[in-house]
């Protein structure tokens, strides 16, 4: 038994290793895919953050047809119906006018009107001055709020004071295609996709007491628990009051565990810093939503030992003792002698002493291989992470060119020439490449003398750039005299871009911004205007015919130049191959998750999830998460030199995946080499130990060859020299046997024989080298024939000798004599009691065939029943005759039966062993299957040859592969049609 406890030992210790690590995987999987959607729940959980994306859902399914009076209302229709009835909501058409909606709040139409109008303008006329008009509608609506920050607010929900009491706000222009707006103010370049034409408006506001209570955690948790696995389930847990956790009963009910026993754990957890517990049963995550609330997510798991490996591992450790209690059991105590080949138990031995190190290497190489893979995801990781720092950093590159080519166009010759054809064909051209967004010339005094830049905002553009040239100039050449109210408004510009730039930037207490742009010409510099940041190249340029230079200013916006940067970059990364380049690159903008690029990748969740926890915490998050159906390693990460983009690498886990595949195949190769190795080993020392076996088997193998001339070599003095000399007497003996199997092949006659109309053709097939049928048929004259058949008891020499003495009897005899059956078995009878005295009998069918009546005259001693087929009533009987073998009485009682044969008949003569075979269904043929054989196979009119063959071929379908136990032997004898 301790030779079975061992290898079940083995696998019960190989078993419980590979469960615990791949249960370990698994919850940590389930329990990663639990805190995701846990995130996920406290992410959306906020009713704002709820209600707008319901919103920007509602204004995305309605940009995505032409906005109709019936569209607008069934639009209108579907959100009061949804989970939002408490809006007030409202549609404007492209000329600012309402879109009449049945249910709709008519109290406040006017002002909605004029707010909208306003907020509108900029991307409706190019101009801003709604803005300022309309500002007492805006303070006494919504509060203390800046108009024109709700400009920049577009698409999201604000929170205001709503007549004085807290509320919220949403408003959005509606394309045709819903375009993200990128360009900062002044910026007039507009994406492709913005060419869509403005169909109108939405509006929408409400007051936060309107809102229902966990309006968004509660239907959120129901959408998981709907739409999830069975196995997992999500609940917000109140730690105060249990009872009233949401959803009642759910957890309860699903997992079986009370909303108290939920707080308890929750509350230890929280205790040890924690947010994950793997259980007996189930795993569990939690993540803090509110004081006193907490969300958790539950997930069943099964423990090692309740799958199929703990199944197939105990039904194999069952067989192992089953076979060595039998074992035992044959030796110990039944007596019985169970054999096994030296060979096979040395070969045995060593695969079993090196089953033990063996399995122990494909342990730990399993444990090294999940090692392995874990610190090739994390150092993939590591060098997507320091990919996305290099391409941050190598941003600088992009603005030193850009300086420079700024720098060749200062030094143009239709600048100093003043040359605007020429000159506005070249700012074309590179606002075109995307390398520019304004170019002004400018003399001292701040007249414009080339302007490319945009209508929209000019009235805050006018003031800033005059201003900035004149200091330039005043810092230059020194200050010049001038009027003052210009003077006034210049440093009121300057102040009012010091204090913006401080406030966005986040810089204070250092130099002013204007001062940073004075100190170095020639140079481009960041510059914050508007809500936008510009990088500002000056230069003066000689003037043709002047005392003085002008200053040439040219802007770009960072953000254009930042995105055409991370485009190019992601761009060419999409052209090359994934083969040589595995690595793939997105961006994100901040301000908008819709301008992914390319496009593709914001439609996958994990997408938006890492875009708000970067947003969220600033830092990079990684995860692996499938894209197109294959895992990919993925960090998204904030840039520092572009902190206007996000950028995602992503790294397809198949090609770890691969290495860690040839790692196992080594490590199972080895394994397979370390096993093959000993069989190889036991097999070299059975070789070598067990040669004189060997030479004795290639003796008995001979022996079934029928070379009897085979001899042994001297085996040595030991008790192998003795068998060999023993086998080598023996088969000196065999050779007798051999001579005895010719003497009977020359018993039976060879091919078929025809003799007027009738065809006789007889084969016997033996199971043993000497078998125990006799069949002979031969010609007495032109008119008879003798066709017998017999079936002596055993088999080998003895029977060989029988049918000699059978054949020999029967051709002693005279014609006349032949043709009398009974007579003839008489004497067949007597001399065979006489010479063998009952040791050994012999059935026979002997008859005669008379060709000139067509009748054949048989005599049957025993043997099996022959079978007479009539072609004309296509029918088939058996011929009865009983008698005893010949042998078995001194004076055997013998009938004869004469049939006629007509043309197409068939007479079948056979031995047992045809109908004692057996079929491939463990059932004998019998007389009726063999009857049933003969039947199918004599329809034919092929003559004896034809039928023989056709009723053994049906005959070995009925058999199929299965051997015969007996000796099989048929005649068939015919008469043409």
Request: aromatic share 10%; proline share 5%.
């Amino acid at each position: 038994m301790f030779f079975a406890g061992l290898p079940i030992g083995l696998l019960a210790l190989g078993w419980h290793f590979l469960a615990t690590q791949e249960f370990e995987r698994v919850s940590r999987q389930h329990l990663d895919g639990l805190e995701k959607s846990l995130f996920r729940l406290n992410r959306e959980g906020s009713d704002s953050y709820f209600i707008q994306k319901e919103l920007n859902l509602f204004y995305g399914l309605l940009s995505e047809e032409r906005l109709t009076l019936e569209t607008a209302r069934a639009a209108y229709s579907r959100l009061k119906e949804s989970r939002l009835p408490f809006i007030n909501l409202y549609l404007l058409n492209d000329k600012g006018e309402f879109i009449p909606c049945p249910g709709e709040n008519k109290n406040y139409k006017a002002l909605i009107q004029k707010l909208f109008l306003a907020l509108a303008e900029p991307e409706m006329k190019g101009q801003s001055k709604l803005i300022a008009r309309y500002r007492p509608f805006f303070q006494t609506f919504l509060g203390d709020i800046e108009p024109s920050d709700l400009v920049y607010d577009k698409s999201n929900l604000v929170r205001v004071r709503l007549k004085g009491k807290p509320g919220f706000f949403y408003w959005n222009t509606l394309y045709l295609n819903a375009p993200p707006s990128e360009a900062g103010p002044g910026d007039s370049r507009l994406q492709p996709e913005q060419a869509s034409p403005l169909q109108g408006g939405v509006v929408a506001f409400f007051e936060e007491k309107d809102i229902p209570q966990n309006l968004s955690i509660k239907t959120l948790i129901g959408d998981f628990n709907s739409a999830g696995d069975t196995t997992e389930g999500y609940a917000l847990l109140e730690l105060n009051k249990p009872e009233e956790s949401f959803p009642k009963d759910f957890l309860k009910t699903r997992f079986e565990v009370p909303p108290e026993t939920l707080a308890r754990e929750a509350i230890e957890l929280r205790k040890q810093f924690s947010r994950r517990k793997v259980g007996n049963d189930r795993l569990m995550a939690i993540f803090p939503f509110e004081s006193g609330r907490i969300l958790v997510g539950l997930r069943k798991i099964f423990q090692p030992g309740q799958g199929k490996a703990w199944v197939a591992i105990s039904l194999l450790s069952a067989g192992i003792l089953g076979f060595v209690g039998y074992w035992s059991f044959s030796i110990f105590i039944s007596g019985a002698v169970t054999y096994f080949s030296i060979k096979k138990k040395l070969v045995a031995l060593f695969l079993y002493g090196t089953a033990i190190p063996v399995t122990s290497f494909f342990l730990l190489g399993y444990q090294y291989s999940l090692e392995k893979r874990q610190v090739m995801i994390q150092e993939r990781m590591t060098q997507l992470a320091s990919l996305i720092e290099n391409i941050d950093e190598n941003f600088n590159s992009a603005t030193q060119a850009l300086e420079d080519l700024y720098k060749r166009v200062a030094r143009l010759k239709p600048v100093f020439r003043l040359d605007t054809t020429r000159l506005k064909v070249i700012s074309q051209k590179l606002r075109k490449k995307d390398l520019i967004s304004q170019i002004f010339l400018v003399n001292q005094q701040g007249k414009f003398l080339f302007d490319l830049g945009v209508e929209r905002a000019r009235d805050l553009m006018g003031k800033f750039v005059p201003t900035l040239a004149r200091k330039l100039f005043a810092n230059k050449f020194g200050a010049a005299g001038g009027d003052l109210g210009v003077r006034m408004s210049d440093v009121m510009m300057e102040s009012l871009t010091d204090s913006f730039a401080e406030l966005v930037s986040g810089t204070g207490g250092g130099k002013s911004a204007f001062a940073k742009i004075f100190e170095m010409t020639d140079k481009l510099q960041e510059f914050w205007f508007g809500r936008g940041c510009f990088l500002i190249f000056t230069s003066f340029v000689p003037a043709v015919g002047q005392k003085h230079p002008n200053v040439l200013i040219l802007m770009e916006n960072a953000r254009v130049l930042a995105r055409k940067y991370l485009r190019n970059i992601v761009q060419g990364n999409h052209k090359r191959p994934e083969s040589q380049t595995p690595v793939r690159l997105a961006m994100i903008s901040r301000g908008s998750f819709s301008s992914a690029y390319p496009p593709d990748i914001s439609k996958y969740p994990f997408t938006k999830e890492l875009f708000d926890k970067v947003l969220t915490t600033e830092t990079l998050h990684s995860a692996i998460e499938g894209i197109g159906g294959e895992p990919y390693l993925i960090v998204a990460s904030p840039l520092k030199k572009l902190p206007d983009f996000l950028l995602f690498a992503m790294f397809p886990k198949a090609r770890i995946d691969e290495i860690i595949r040839s790692v196992s195949i080594r490590i199972i190769a080895i394994s397979l080499a370390s096993g093959l190795f000993a069989l190889c080993i036991g097999m070299i020392l059975a070789k070598n130990f067990l040669w004189p076996i060997t030479a004795l088997s290639s003796g008995i193998s001979a022996i079934e060859k029928l070379d009897f001339n085979y001899r042994i070599p001297p085996l040595g003095t030991d008790e192998f020299g003795d068998l060999g000399l023993t086998f080598n007497n023996v088969i000196s003996s065999l050779e007798e046997m051999a001579v005895a199997k010719v003497v009977q092949e020359t018993l039976f006659p060879e091919g078929i024989l025809k003799l007027g109309q009738f065809e006789i053709l007889g084969k016997s097939t033996s199971v043993s080298y000497l078998g125990g049928d006799y069949f002979d048929y031969f010609v007495l004259n032109d008119r008879f024939a003798v066709v017998l058949i017999g079936d002596v008891t055993g088999h080998g020499v003895p029977a060989a000798l029988l049918m000699a003495m059978a054949k020999s009897a029967v051709k002693i005899r005279s014609a006349e004599e032949a043709t009398n059956v009974i007579a003839t078995l008489e004497k067949l009878n007597a001399h065979l009691f006489e010479t063998i005295k009952r040791k050994r009998l012999m059935t026979m069918i002997y008859s005669t065939l008379d060709t000139q009546n067509s009748r054949i005259t048989l005599g049957n001693a025993g043997h099996c029943y022959p079978y007479f087929f009539t072609a004309m009533d296509d029918r088939i009987k058996q011929i009865e005759s009983p008698a005893f073998p010949l042998g078995a009485r001194k004076k055997g009682r013998f009938g004869e039966v004469s049939l006629t044969l007509c043309a197409g008949d068939a007479l079948i003569f056979y031995t047992d062993g045809l109908v004692e075979s057996v079929r491939s269904n463990g059932l004998p043929v019998g007389y009726d299957g063999f009857s049933e054989i003969i039947m199918k196979s004599c329809h034919s009119d092929a003559g004896a040859e034809g039928r023989h063959q056709a009723i053994m071929l049906n005959y070995q379908k009925e058999i199929g592969n299965i051997p015969c136990n007996d000796d099989v032997t048929l005649i068939v004898i015919t008469k043409e049609c």
